[in-house]
């Protein structure tokens, strides 16, 4: 087996992915993907912090360290907080439970997820989420192919306060994400 392709496997495997699809069809956003990755450790309190509409997120892996093929992201919210429906025509998302409770709704089936649980939202399948019961919930969230955590940055940037929706579906659609009435 050459190196990148047990680099790949091994992240998956890290990440308990096991059950995605190829990444044949995957392309990279800043580097080749035929360049050498280099490994990286990250540890509990790194990652790059941001607050994108209320939901808190700390990117743990983004396309710059994946040659473009996931983005790994780490999500501590209280309950209340949600994401509205909306349907991704570039991206397939997992989110796995660390820690607390998830709501989510997946092409019409809604469950909630406890600590070890997970969802696939392959893209063009609508989906939301809402953290429920009475802790904050702990998600990771991984995205295939990379390239969400600059629109999440953008978002990130809006002013405080009740977000401006125009704003939020202009910035979301130019990554090929819209939200669903």
Not at 24 to 43: C, G, Q, W, Y
Not at 67 to 84: A, D
Not at 112 to 134: E, I, Q, S, Y
Request: proline share 8%; with cysteine; aromatic share 8%.
């Amino acid at each position: 087996m050459d190196r990148n392709a047990f680099l790949k496997r091994s992240a998956l495997s890290a990440a308990a992915l096991a059950s995605l699809p190829s990444f044949a069809h995957f392309s990279s956003t800043s580097k080749k993907e035929n360049d050498p990755l280099s490994p990286k450790i990250v540890r509990k309190d790194e990652g790059k912090k941001v607050n994108v509409i209320g939901d808190q997120q700390t990117f743990k892996l983004t396309g710059e360290d994946t040659n473009g093929m996931f983005t790994l992201i780490e999500e501590v919210n209280p309950p209340g907080t949600m994401i509205p429906p909306h349907v991704h025509t570039n991206e397939d998302e997992i989110f796995k439970v660390l820690e607390g409770e998830l709501e989510v709704t997946v092409g019409g089936e809604t469950t909630v997820l406890k600590a070890g649980d997970l969802a696939f939202a392959p893209k063009n399948v609508p989906h939301t989420w809402k953290v429920v019961g009475n802790q904050d919930c702990r998600t990771i969230l991984s995205v295939f192919p990379a390239g969400l955590e600059h629109m999440f940055e953008e978002l990130g940037k809006l002013p405080p306060g009740p977000p401006d929706f125009a704003k939020v579906s202009e910035i979301c659609g130019r990554y090929g994400i819209s939200f669903i009435a």
